[in-house]
Each structure stands twice: as structure tokens, then as C-alpha cells.
């Protein structure tokens, strides 16, 4: 149960890692890959002074200095075109935080235009960290199911996955990585695929858990995964026999080399 526990910890922090990499441009000084960026609303000219107003809400500062512009920047404008970004951000700085129920919340009011999907993916990993499966679920489910390629398609589906595993849903999420795996790969396949053979082997689903551990050790051979399935699979070597006095080889006791054990001499 701690392994099992573990790994979906595991699973939500390698989540969170990659939606970093893709969430909107922030200051950073830990390099980061640079992937097709999330939309956002077209800028308004550079002379608004609105839209000045929230660039220097997110100048970097000291403490909670930028979370208080920005709220400050939500009350005097809270019907502005920007204020789904702001929601955004102030949702980054809350799961940053640890605080997931406020980045929830914060997720929840920002799905709108561009972001929408983006928001719906992060207020899932919120929901996700809250212990709230379910909720992660009806967040992500719209970009899991899309009919049409989207860029958090593949992430909401792994959290799908994910979320029926952390409710005991064991059937339910063997389907949803099925579902995962008819997908483009994507960018954590390699636990995926560590993660749905597992949960196959306990379904007592052979076929299918041999075809995702083959998969696994063919196509992400240097992983973490595949060194953990590795060592899962491999049997350990059966122990040797004890070795009882005067087995062949090894002396009775009294015994001297090369010749046969003497009996005590009598008095």
C-alpha cells in the first residue's frame, strides 16, 4: 500500500513538473525546456495603462509582494480581459505554495479563452493533490476526451488514469490507461506504462501486463521504470544448500585432512 501510495506521489509531482514546463512564461532562474507555449489573450497596446498595470504585478518581489499586487490588480479590474491570467498566476503561486484548495479555486475562475484548458489541467492537479479524485476527474475529462489534438490531452488522460487509482478504482483505471496508451506518447509514458503493467499483474491481466513491460524495457530502456521493473521481474537466485557435517568435501569432526575421523582413544 506504500509503494502503491508512493508511486501516485511520485506521479503527481512528475505531473507537476511537466505542467510547469508548458504554464504561462514566469520568472524562473531553474532552466526549463522550452515547449510550444500555452495561448493566452492577444496584448493589448503597449500604452494601456491596464495592461501595465499587470505586467508590474508580476515583477518578482519579496515575500507575498506579488500575489498582493495582483489581488489588487483583480479588484480594481474585475471584468478585464486580463483577469483570467491573473487567476492563473495567482493559482501558480498557491500550488507553489502547497495551498491547493485556494489554487483550485483560483484554477476554477481562470478557465476562459485561451487558458481554459491549461486552467481545467491545473485545477485538476489541485483537486488530485487535495485527495479529491473525483473533482480532478470532471476537471480534466473535457481535454482528456477531446476529439481533436489539444496540448494537455495526454497529461489529462494520465490523470484520469491516475485519479481511479487513487479512489481503489483498480478496472476503471486498467481502461483509462488503455484509453492513455491509444495516445500520441506522452511525456511521463514511461511511468504509464510501469504503472498499468502493475495494476494489470494484480487484475491478473497477464497479456496485457507482458505487452506494457515489454513496451517499457524496449522503449525507455535507461528509465527509472524499467531499472524498477527489472528488478521486479528478475528471480532471485535460489539459496544453496546447507552444508551438514561429513557431506562430501567438508569433514566430520575429529576428522583429519586426508584421512577418516578416529575414534577417541579409551584410557
Keep these: 500500500m506504500m509503494r502503491k501510495r508512493a508511486a501516485l506521489v511520485g506521479a503527481l509531482v512528475?505531473?507537476?513538473?511537466?505542467?510547469c514546463a508548458t504554464a504561462a512564461p514566469r520568472p524562473s532562474t531553474t532552466p526549463r525546456p522550452s515547449p510550444k507555449p500555452v495561448p493566452v489573450p492577444a496584448p493589448?497596446?503597449?500604452?494601456?495603462?491596464?495592461?501595465?498595470?499587470?505586467?508590474?504585478?508580476?515583477?518578482?518581489?519579496?515575500?507575498?509582494?506579488?500575489?498582493?499586487?495582483?489581488?489588487?490588480?483583480?479588484?480594481?479590474?474585475?471584468?478585464?480581459p486580463l483577469t483570467a491570467p491573473a487567476q492563473f498566476e495567482l493559482g501558480l503561486l498557491g500550488y507553489a505554495r502547497g495551498d491547493y484548495a485556494e489554487a483550485r479555486d483560483r484554477f476554477r475562475r481562470a478557465r476562459s479563452g485561451g487558458l481554459a484548458d491549461e486552467a481545467r489541467y491545473w485545477e485538476g492537479l489541485s483537486a488530485f493533490a487535495l485527495g479529491r479524485p473525483r473533482e480532478a476527474r470532471d476537471a480534466v475529462s473535457q481535454t482528456a476526451y477531446a476529439g481533436r489534438p489539444v496540448p494537455r490531452r495526454w497529461d489529462s488522460a494520465y490523470l484520469v488514469a491516475l485519479s481511479w487509482a487513487q479512489e481503489?478504482?483498480?478496472?476503471?483505471?486498467?481502461?483509462?490507461?488503455?484509453?492513455?496508451?491509444?495516445l500520441p506518447a506522452g511525456p511521463g509514458q514511461a511511468a504509464a506504462l510501469y504503472q498499468a503493467q502493475s495494476l494489470a499483474k494484480e487484475l491478473q491481466r497477464t497479456d496485457e501486463a507482458a505487452e506494457w513491460g515489454k513496451k517499457l524495457l524496449s522503449s525507455y530502456p535507461q528509465s527509472p521504470e524499467a531499472a524498477?521493473?527489472?528488478?521486479?521481474?528478475?528471480?532471485?537466485?535460489?539459496?544453496?544448500?546447507?552444508?551438514?557435517?561429513?557431506?562430501?568435501?567438508?569433514?566430520?569432526?575429529?576428522?583429519?585432512?586426508?584421512?577418516?575421523?578416529?575414534k577417541p582413544a579409551g584410557r
Design 14 to 19: 512528475f505531473l507537476a513538473w511537466a505542467a
Design 168 to 182: 481503489g478504482r483498480r478496472p476503471e483505471a486498467l481502461a483509462a490507461y488503455r484509453s492513455l496508451f491509444e
Design 228 to 262: 524498477s521493473f527489472k528488478a521486479e521481474t528478475v528471480k532471485p537466485a535460489p539459496p544453496a544448500p546447507a552444508v551438514k557435517p561429513g557431506m562430501a568435501g567438508h569433514p566430520a569432526p575429529g576428522a583429519k585432512p586426508g584421512g577418516a575421523a578416529k
Design 44 to 80: 493589448a497596446p503597449a500604452l494601456d495603462p491596464v495592461r501595465a498595470q499587470y505586467d508590474a504585478a508580476l515583477v518578482p518581489g519579496v515575500g507575498d509582494s506579488t500575489k498582493t499586487r495582483l489581488v489588487r490588480f483583480l479588484a480594481e479590474h474585475p471584468r478585464h
